[in-house]
Every structure is written in C-alpha cells, then in structure tokens.
C-alpha cells in the first residue's frame, strides 16, 4: 500500500433515525468517488468520512431519491472504498462530545434495493389566478389560485416522466398535463421505490390539503383524487416535509 487518501464530507441532511447525503446533484461527489475506487488499484487506500452533527441518528445513507447515480456510484464503491458515516455531537464549549461519537450502520440491501428510477413522485405546482380549464375526461374544472400538489408514479424512467412534467410543449394526455399547461412548475419530489406508494401518499397529502380536485389523476384507482391545494407553499409546511420524509427515509427502517 502506497498511501492513503481521505475524503470528509458534512452530512447537511438527516430525520429522526437517519442521515441522508446529498441534499443535491453532486456530480463532483461522484467523480470523487469513482477516482478512489480507481487509485485502489493501484495499492493508494481510499476512505470517505461522512461527518454527520446529529447524534441521534442510528444509520447512513446516500440520498438516492435526490441523486440516484450518487447512490449507485457509492454502491459499487463499497468494496473497494472505505466508507465511514461518524456520528459526533458538541459540547457547549464547542469542543467535540467523544462519548457520543460513533460510526453508523449503512443498510446497503435497502439502498441497493430501493435505488433505482422507478417509484411515485410529487409535482408541486403554483396557480397565480384562479380560472376553469378543460381537463380531458374530466370537462371543465374550476382551479382556486394556489399550489397544487400532483401525486404520480412510473414503475420505470422516473426521471423521465418527471422531465415530462416540466416541459410545456408535449401531447396532452394525463389530466396532470392540462393543469400544467396554466400553473406555473414549482418542484418534483421524487420517492425512488420499488413498493406502490401512490394511493397511500395520496391519502397522507389530503390530510395536509386545505382542498382537492375530485376525481383528478385517480381513473385507475379507488382513490378520491391525486390533486391537493393549499394556499401557501408546502415547502414551507413541517408537516409536508414529515410525509415527505416519510415516506423517503423512515418507513425503510421500519424492520431494522
């Protein structure tokens, strides 16, 4: 062995039981990755240190709803890559609190499982006026001024179908794309997943709405709609962000 190289990120993200990184594409992060996997070939040892300020997180790992390839790329550095999530708290002198530091466990049988471009997704969308529009089967629907939140799903090429969404010009075939065409694309939240998530996202997201459109997105299912308003952004919404965790992050450690 020649040497050792050393990677330190900060971990800007966690929930209750679990520290997720990225908080953005990284193609950086992966060229990092994939050059230490390179150089230990060569006999130079490579390690990344994920630092992660919250001391009551129980298990790491990358944020592949956000950026899959930095996920996958992580995967298959494992083997070849040191990898060490370290968990460390502060005391009120700002020194380091070295009984609560500690590595995290990384469930990689979930992320190897669950990272993949398929899954359910949320599109939030921002209606600056009120007005009706033709929605297909639907007819005419009357749309309050607000932001809507679109419940989705694509068993492949999520991305796609999220790139979809934010283009204007396409063929109107989803009911989805007759509201796109007046509001105004605010974000897509993708749940990358091999569960179906739909319906039960759907009905979390009511529970969180001040209205919905009945009937909008939900012809396949039982459910009463897809489409939920509010009148202020979700994003600034603690309660969108807990089903948003969710049913990102917590409900895969459910068994562990």
């Known amino acids: 062995m020649r040497g050792i190289i050393l990677e330190v990120k900060s971990c800007p993200l966690f929930s209750r039981r679990v520290a997720i ?32 300020q919250w001391p009551f997180s129980e298990f790491f790992m990358p944020e592949h709803h956000t950026d899959l390839e930095f996920s996958n790329t992580l995967c298959r550095a494992k083997e070849k890559i040191k990898i060490f999530p370290l968990s460390l708290s502060w005391n009120r002198d700002f ?17 190897e499982k ?3 471009d398929r899954g359910s997704y949320l599109l939030l969308l921002r209606l600056p006026e009120e007005t009706t ?9 009357h749309f309050r001024s607000g ?18 969404h934010k283009r204007l010009r396409k063929k109107l ?6 509201l796109r065409e007046i509001a105004d694309f605010h974000v897509a939240l993708p749940i990358r997943t091999q569960d179906a998530l739909e319906c039960e996202i759907a ?54």
């Not at 009984?99 to 469930?107: A, C, E, K, N, Y």
């Not at 529009?133 to 629907?141: F, I, M, P, Q, T």
């Not at 075939?173 to 007759?178: E, N, Q, R, S, V």
């Open 21 to 52: 990184f990225p908080d953005a594409v990284t193609v950086r992060g992966r060229r990092h990755i994939d050059e230490l996997s390179r150089l230990s070939g060569s006999g130079i040892a490579g390690a990344i240190l994920f630092l992660i």
């Open 95 to 111: 020194s380091i609190n070295l009984s609560q530091v500690r590595i995290l466990d990384i469930p990689w049988s979930i992320i």
């Open 114 to 116: 669950e990272a993949k």
């Open 133 to 141: 529009a033709d929605v297909g089967s639907l007819g005419k629907v």
């Open 147 to 164: 932001y809507y939140i679109y419940i989705g799903s694509a068993k492949k090429n999520l991305s796609k179908r999220i790139e979809r």
């Open 173 to 178: 075939f989803w009911h989805i794309d007759h």
């Open 203 to 256: 009905a979390a997201i009511k529970k969180v709405a001040e209205w919905e459109i009945t009937r909008f997105g939900s012809s396949d299912c039982s459910c009463d709609s897809h489409l939920f308003g509010t009148l202020n952004d979700p994003l600034a919404s603690p309660h969108f962000h807990s089903i948003l965790q969710f049913y990102r992050m917590e409900r895969l450690l459910k068994d562990l």
